[in-house]
């Protein structure tokens, strides 16, 4: 369940950065609460993963989520660079999360 939770806080840690770039482009209360929301969501996620999970861990894959998260989104929905280059070395990142998984 502790790993079930960690990558809901990368999901939300994802969401929230998502949210600071609608802010930039919108500055709008709507935009501040959902960023707070999603970044709220994301430290209770944590937390409650690392009451099981070692803390390196825990804190390895939940920024590797949020890492590799935001820069895929910035792919898809803001037209960043789809170079090979990036998406090996987010790949990278996410099989370190998976390495982290296994010897856990």
């Given amino acids: 369940m502790a790993w079930v939770s960690l990558v809901v806080a990368g999901l939300f840690e994802m969401f929230g950065v998502l949210m600071i770039s609608k ?23 944590l937390a409650n993963a690392m009451e099981t999970l070692p803390m390196g861990t825990a804190y390895a894959v939940w920024t590797g989520i949020g890492a590799s998260g935001g820069a895929l989104l ?31």
Avoid: C, P, T
């Fill in 23 to 45: 802010l930039h482009k919108d500055r709008n209360w709507q935009a501040v609460v959902l960023l707070v929301a999603g970044f709220g969501a994301s430290f209770l996620f």
């Fill in 74 to 104: 910035g792919m898809l929905v803001y037209g960043e660079s789809k170079e090979w280059k990036r998406l090996l070395f987010i790949g990278m990142v996410l099989g370190a999360a998976v390495g982290l998984k296994i010897v856990s």
